[in-house]
């Protein structure tokens, strides 16, 4: 009889716990006339509560630690970067781990985030590494990484035709290799739209997005203020600033740098992105339009709290998805932006090792 009570004050103690760190088994949204629930009976951990770190239960605890203190614990050196010059004269890079691989073992390409680089980019190369044991190669945008940016053209969500020139080169220099992708926040942007601009017609076995926007018109409107302003000022300094020889031609510059928000920025620097007006700019770009023509497997984890790709923007899509028989949806209740930290002392990226999980049950 004691050993009984004992276990109950136990269970009820767990749940107490859970129910104030906002512990909850994932949502998954995805179609049933599809593969997607065979995929997902391979995936324990989605069938088990995610359990955040908890002193990150708090959304902005959780990205201030993600952003600034976790991002500066890692210790990864790139094997090579690769400078590639693009057909218009452009400048991108391809950041490789693990080229001493043997020659056929999968390479995942990772799209980073909006401002991402070498070393923002460092934990989720760790990562998806140590889980799966096989190649990364972080495809850098132009401007990103300090890289010189010779042509006045850069874009928030990057340019398909860039990465199709990425991916062509990762080919040549591993011809037999699987390819996987990985976009994370902004990176989700240019991953969706490169898959729904292909269609079949693509390298990449499978792929997943974290935390995207989803809809790149309306998606900056749901960010949380204080964000879109520190974020804003980023970008400045990330792409502007350290290039104004190269943007003098733009004449829409001074318009640009008058905007105090990301949603302001995204509408006003079309020029700078190589188009003459915001039509053109968002027809080219916003991965919505081709959304549903994705026909590889997809993974996309969002988190309820998430402060800057808000869980608002992927509610208008959701009976859209739950018709594509290649897409699952997974939501968390915490997690915040990027972060899905669990652990308590030792605290691990859950998300890496879904992606990792994901991705290994499309080997051949």
């Known amino acids: 009889m004691r050993i009984s009570t004992l276990n109950k004050i136990k269970v009820l103690g767990s749940e107490w716990i859970d129910s104030v760190i906002g512990a909850e088994q994932p949502k998954l949204y995805y179609s049933p006339q599809g593969q997607s629930k065979k995929v997902l009976e391979k995936l324990p951990q989605l069938q088990q509560k995610y359990r955040p770190t908890p002193w990150l239960s708090n959304s902005h605890a959780h990205l201030l ?74 495809c850098l945008r132009r401007g990103h990484s300090d890289l010189p940016l010779p042509v006045p053209k850069m874009s928030l969500f990057g340019f398909t035709s860039d990465l199709r020139e990425q991916v062509t080169y990762i080919q040549q220099q591993f011809p037999d290799s699987p390819l996987y992708a990985v976009g994370s926040s902004a990176g989700t942007g240019l991953l969706v739209r490169y898959l729904g601009e292909q269609g079949f017609d693509t390298p990449f076995k499978a792929a997943f997005a974290l935390c995207p926007g989803y809809n790149t018109e309306l998606g900056f409107v749901n960010i949380h203020p204080f964000y879109s302003k520190v974020m804003t000022k980023k970008l400045f300094k990330t792409f502007i600033q350290p290039y104004l020889t190269t943007w003098e031609p733009v004449t829409s510059l001074s318009k640009v740098l008058a905007v105090k928000t990301l949603a302001e920025f995204e509408k006003s620097y079309f020029e700078l992105a190589g188009y003459p007006d915001y039509a053109s700019y968002t027809q080219a770009i916003n991965p919505i339009h081709v959304f549903e023509n994705i026909k590889i497997p997809l993974m996309v984890l969002n988190s309820e709290d998430d402060p800057v790709c808000h869980i608002k923007n992927f509610y208008p899509y959701k009976s859209v998805i739950e018709r594509m028989e290649n897409v699952i949806v997974v939501t968390t209740k915490k997690g915040s932006h990027c972060g899905f930290y669990e652990g308590i002392t030792q605290t691990r990226s859950w998300a890496a090792k879904l992606m990792a999980d994901y991705l290994k049950l499309h080997v051949d």
């Open 65 to 138: 630690y993600f952003d600034v203190i976790k991002k500066r614990t890692i210790q990864l050196e790139y094997d090579r970067i690769d400078q590639l010059t693009m057909q218009d004269g452009g400048v991108t890079a391809v950041a490789w781990y693990g080229l001493a691989l043997p020659p056929e073992t999968p390479t995942i390409i990772i799209l980073h985030t909006i401002t991402g680089n070498l070393a923002s980019m460092r934990e989720l190369v760790r990562d998806l590494h140590q889980y799966t044991g096989w190649r990364i190669a972080l």
